[in-house]
C-alpha cells in the first residue's frame, strides 16, 4: 500500500496516542501514532527507522489533541541539516525525511526524522 504523508487531510484530526518502541535499538526505532482522522476511520502511522523525535507538547488543557497542520519538511530544514552535519558518515543511499505534526488544542510540535512512514488501518 502507498501512503503519503501529505496527502492525508490532517487539519482536525485528533491525535489519540503516540508510543515509542525502542525494544532493540538499531534495530526497532519505531514512533506510532493513532490518528482519529477528520474524514476517514482511526488508523495507525508508523514511522519507522526513525533517527530523531522531538516534541514540544503542553498538557492540562481539557481538549482533544487535535492537528492544526501536518507535512514533510523542506530539505533545508534545521533539525534535517543539524543531523546530516553531525552524522557526516551517514550512507548517503538512505534517504530521510523530517516529518512535522503542529497541533491545535495546546500549540504542541512534534519533529520525527525517519526512513518510512506508513499507514496501516485499525
Given amino acids: 500500500m ?3 504523508f501529505d496527502d492525508c487531510y490532517w487539519h482536525d484530526s485528533i491525535l489519540k496516542s503516540i508510543y515509542i518502541d525502542r525494544s532493540n535499538p538499531g534495530h526497532v526505532d519505531t514512533i506510532e501514532m493513532i490518528i482519529d482522522w477528520y474524514d476517514e476511520p482511526e488508523s495507525r502511522i508508523i514511522f519507522k527507522d526513525v533517527y530523531l523525535f522531538k516534541a514540544t507538547m503542553n498538557f492540562g488543557i481539557i481538549a482533544h489533541e487535535s492537528i492544526l497542520t501536518a507535512g514533510i519538511a523542506p530539505l ?10 553531525k552524522k557526516k558518515k551517514f550512507p548517503q543511499h538512505i534517504q530521510l525525511n523530517c516529518y512535522i505534526i503542529e497541533t491545535n488544542s495546546t500549540g ?12 496501516v488501518e485499525i
Avoid at 108 to 119: D, F, H
Fill in 108 to 119: 504542541g510540535l512534534i519533529k520525527i526524522i525517519a526512513e518510512t512512514v506508513e499507514k
Fill in 2 to 4: 502507498n501512503f503519503n
Fill in 76 to 85: 533545508d530544514d534545521p533539525d534535517l541539516v543539524e543531523f546530516y552535519r
